[in-house]
């Protein structure tokens, strides 16, 4: 069974004649250039085959894969799945080390793959929530296009009342995307906002509410209640919503990824995640990470500025780019 999770994982994704889905593998490839160059420091020639398998190796690729931020119960139950073949003898060299650990990666990252359902109720709410400067207001604004593009009518609420110019930047991706934005303006109570959205998404038949908030640091118990708040509004409006509550983290953090899906967890009940800024760290395991530990589904991947650069996630594809050789 592993031996074909392990082909799947080494093989990139094939156009389907457009040349999308190679694009989009591009995208991610280069995304995942720092981490993939993190975890092969250290491990020489394993992504080129050329190594003997022993214990050495081992221990290296633990320390690169702790460098990269994969974690430490994820590392440790990649490096013993890694002993448990080496003790059966089923990696006689390091191209089957290489495919075993993308076996092995797969195994944690596929249960976690799950792409945004929108589902049978009208609206189908999602609330964004997320600390300060992983971009979630980004996130919408090209959640938005791709919902758009696959048929649904959106609605977004600017309940991003505090950070400066949040609204307006809102309000641009709402234009862009010929997508209609309610807002109230800075300062405004961000609850009565993504209330009076409900209400005129409800009396437009719109298909899906985007709601914005503003950041908040996991430790501020203040800020959080006023999360729980905008939750509790939600409920009086329609008792189902929101429908799905989604944490946009940025990859960049690394471990402190893990406490952060921990308090939002604990405030509103994370339901959904998303990760981003995957092309500008080396902690791009920390996806690994988060798998292991929680189980969420993961609906989205960040991979660079552009607004085709929202994927929904592919655990195959992630490995593959993860472990691609040559950089």
Known sequence: ????????????????????????WSRLSRSLTRTRRQIASGIGDLLRG???IDAELLEELETSLLAADVGVAATDRIVDGLKKRVS????TDTTALHAALAAELVAIL???ASPLVIGAERPHVVLVVGVNGVGKTTLIG?????????????LLAAGDTFRAAAVEQLAEWGARNNVPVIAQGQGADSASVIFDTLTA?????????????????????????ELRKIKRVMGRHAASAPHEVLLVLDAGVGQNALSQVREFDKAVGVTSLAVTKLDGTAKGGVLVAIAANFGLPVRFVGVGEGILDLQPFDAAAFVHALLRPGD
């Open 142 to 154: 090209k959640l938005a296009r791709r919902l758009g593009a696959e048929g649904h009518s959106v």
């Open 201 to 225: 998404a409800k009396a437009r038949g719109v298909d899906v509410v985007l709601a914005d908030t503003a950041g908040r640091l996991q430790a501020k118990t203040g800020l959080m209640e």
């Open 50 to 52: 050329q190594r003997a």
């Open 110 to 112: 596929a249960p976690v």
């Open 88 to 91: 059966r003898r089923e990696l």
């Open 1 to 24: 069974m592993w031996k074909s999770k392990a082909r799947a994982a080494a093989t990139p994704p094939k156009s389907a004649g457009d040349g999308a889905p190679a694009s989009a």
